[in-house]
């Protein structure tokens, strides 16, 4: 098969995992005769500094005119002080809109081998297997007004919690049909002791809960909710939640797996191309030195694989492929404490390549 891919390399350690995924599609694309040609962007800092505009038109036609978008991550203390519409961050919540993206799945896979990197006991992780159904394209990252108002003592400044109910609805449907693919429970995170917009999500919730009686599910507050990610993750299959407290509770659940350089996730919308990109951001402070963790993006390959391409064989083979390599004591820096055991982002990618070729072999 022949695929077009965007790939948004960003700022920091973009460039370095993004490199890390191509490197190991082209292996892919080898071993199960595939074509896949990429197609180059900017998107934040560097777009800025190239164009002064964090998503220039140019990356937002190539993304629309590929099969599938892969970032790396954007932003960094550079551009920290520019004003908020001009920042890094802006490009890809533009990026997200533009393109439909509403629904990010996040999932949290423990591997085995890398029980003894996460700061929490191996009783409390061991068989965690949850999905962060976060909410993209709505919620306080896009209410307005958004705006400084007054000068001085009398200074406001204005962000604007703000959902529809179709909103709500289809990303609601989206959990309640995982949960059903997955033959689990859902739990609904909000803050609808407090929140009009979260007693509004509850409603459509159990609303939406009528179309799927076979689905057990419940309501959680997000506040109780990140006290029992760390108590007891097990209890949690699909949680389906909204943008803001999506994007807190997945740094959060990715201690469950020992870094944050493990989790992947996919973009996607109604039809259109989805955005696959690690959930890290641009880790400025280990920019450069290529240590980054590339396994996070690596995954969101393999979920590329699997949501943009129906490619279920190469996104195992993958993922298996990255099990293996933690599995025979590989591991980057924030893996471990053991320095004389670090790989690089190059050594840790050239592994995982290995373990391709060898499942290539074997085959
Ligand atoms: P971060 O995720 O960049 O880093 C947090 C910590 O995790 C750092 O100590 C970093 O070194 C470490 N880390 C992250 N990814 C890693 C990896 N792959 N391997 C090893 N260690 C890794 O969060 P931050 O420091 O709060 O944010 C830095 C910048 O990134 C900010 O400008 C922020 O807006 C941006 N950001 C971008 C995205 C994105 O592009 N999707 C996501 C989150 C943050
Ligand atoms: C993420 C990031 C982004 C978000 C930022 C960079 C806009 O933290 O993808 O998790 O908050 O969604
Ligand atoms: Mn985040």
New binding site residues.
């Given amino acids: 098969m022949k695929k077009r891919i965007a790939i948004l390399p ?1 700022d ?2 973009g460039p370095e ?1 993004c490199e890390a995924a191509t490197t190991v599609l082209n292996e892919i694309g080898t071993m199960f005769q595939h074509q896949f040609e990429f197609v180059y962007g900017d998107l ?1 800092g560097i777009a800025i500094d190239k164009t002064g505009n964090p998503l220039p038109k140019e990356t937002l036609t190539i993304c629309k005119n590929s099969d599938a978008v892969l ?1 790396g ?4 203390p550079k551009w ?1 002080t520019l004003p908020g519409e001009q920042r ?2 802006k490009g ?1 919540l533009g990026l997200r809109k533009e393109l439909g993206l509403f629904a990010n799945l996040r999932p949290v896979t423990i591997y085995d081998a890398l029980a003894d990197s996460s700061p929490l006991k191996d009783e409390v992780i061991q068989g965690v297997d949850l999905v962060i159904v976060r909410e993209l394209t709505g919620g306080l990252y896009f209410g307005e007004p958004r705006e400084r108002r007054g000068e001085g003592k009398e200074e406001l400044a204005v962000d604007t919690l703000v959902y529809s109910r179709k909103e709500i609805e289809r990303i609601v449907r989206k959990g309640f049909e995982f949960a059903e693919i997955r033959g689990g429970t859902l739990t609904s995170v909000d803050k609808a002791n407090v929140l009009e917009s979260s007693r509004l999500w509850r409603e459509v919730v159990d609303e939406v809960a009528k179309e799927y009686p076979n689905i057990s599910y419940s309501h959680m507050l997000v506040d109780n909710a990140a006290m029992q990610l760390v108590r007891n993750p097990r209890q949690f299959d699909v949680i389906v939640t909204e943008n803001m407290f999506g994007d807190i509770l997945s740094d959060e659940a990715s201690m469950i797996t020992g ?3 493990m989790l992947p996730s996919a973009s996607l919308s109604e039809d259109g191309p989805g955005l696959f ?10 920019a450069g030195k290529g240590i ?2 590339p396994l ?1 993006t690596l995954s969101s390959v393999a979920m590329m694989l699997t949501y943009a391409f129906s490619m279920t064989e190469e996104a195992d083979v993958l993922s298996a492929a990255i099990n293996d390599v933690l599995e025979a004591g590989h591991r ?3 893996l471990t404490s053991d320095e004389r055991a670090v790989l690089s982002t190059t050594e840790m990618t050239n592994q995982v390549i290995q373990a391709l070729t060898k499942k290539a072999v074997n085959s």
């Avoid at 991550?73 to 960094?76: L, Q």
């Avoid at 990109?277 to 280990?286: L, R």
């Fill in positions: 960003g920091g350690i995992v934040g970032l991550a954007v932003g960094g920290d890094p961050e890809l870094s944050l350089g990109e690690p959930i890290h951001g641009s880790a400025p402070d280990i980054a963790n996070a980057t820096a924030d």
